[in-house]
């Protein structure tokens, strides 16, 4: 039961335009979401995250957006370039009963991006 | 401030044996997760320790366990290695307390089981 998905497993996109990767989650319980992105055989890079209070939240060129409603959330990048070639996963946890995320990330099986120049 | 450590990177071992890796979270940080990343399986979840405490646990069979030590570094080992346990190894540090407890990862140990 994969509880968290990326149905694109790659995307192409030209430099300087936008990429939006998409992930869908279906446990409920689940509220805080990340991004993160990864070269092969390195570990993954932080680069953002939202809490289910909110439904946007930008870093520079990064803008993650959340429709809990839709159990959606997507991940803007803008400009584009070719440096953001990479694998991008987005990764979900939920508060357990005592108000912590027991260090357990959900994990999508990631979308691989590629920035043409 | 200095990310998370993983020794060693690359691992050579034969199915039967038993490997330990190791982890330095981020200082500060008391929390340390360690994940498996397959082709197959993808990023999947082992187990967490916070103050010298398992916390959480994936499903894994008990051949893959754990601890942490008082200054919060973390030791993975897995005993009687099968050739699926080839994987790269993460782990992953935090503060361990809180809604929004951002997880850093170290840059992996990629196990070879011949």
């Known amino acids: 039961d994969q509880q968290v998905k990326q149905n694109s497993p790659s995307l192409s996109v030209q430099e300087g335009r936008i990429s939006i990767l998409n992930c869908d989650y279906t446990?409920?319980?689940?509220?805080?979401f990340l991004w993160y992105k990864k070269y092969p055989a390195e570990g993954p890079t932080f680069l953002i995250s939202?809490?289910?209070?909110?439904d946007k939240n930008e870093d520079g060129r990064f803008t993650v957006f959340l429709n809990k409603s839709a159990k959606h959330l997507s991940l803007h990048i803008v400009p584009s370039q070719p440096g953001d070639s990479a694998v991008y996963f987005c990764a979900a946890s939920a508060l357990n009963a005592g108000g912590t995320s027991y260090g357990k990330l959900t994990f999508g099986q990631g979308t691989i991006l590629t920035v043409h120049p | 401030k200095a990310g998370v450590t993983q020794t060693p990177r690359y691992l050579i071992k034969t199915r039967g044996q038993q490997v330990t890796l190791s982890c330095s979270p981020i200082?500060?940080?008391?929390?340390v997760s360690w994940y498996q990343q397959t082709p197959g399986q993808g990023l999947q979840f082992l187990f967490e320790?916070?103050?010298?405490?398992?916390?959480n646990k994936g499903n894994f069979p008990g051949r893959f366990s754990g601890r942490q030590f008082s200054n919060s570094r973390s030791e993975m080992n897995v005993s009687t290695l099968e050739l699926g346990d080839s994987a790269l190894y993460l782990c992953?540090?935090?503060?361990?307390?809180?809604?929004?407890?951002?997880?850093?990862f170290g840059p992996g140990t990629r196990l070879t089981v011949l």
């Open positions: 992953a540090s935090s503060h361990g307390q809180g809604i929004a407890d951002t997880q850093y």
């Open positions: 446990n409920s319980m689940f509220d805080y």
């Open positions: 939202i809490s289910s209070i909110k």
């Open positions: 200082s500060g940080h008391r929390s």
């Open positions: 320790y916070f103050s010298e405490t398992q916390r």
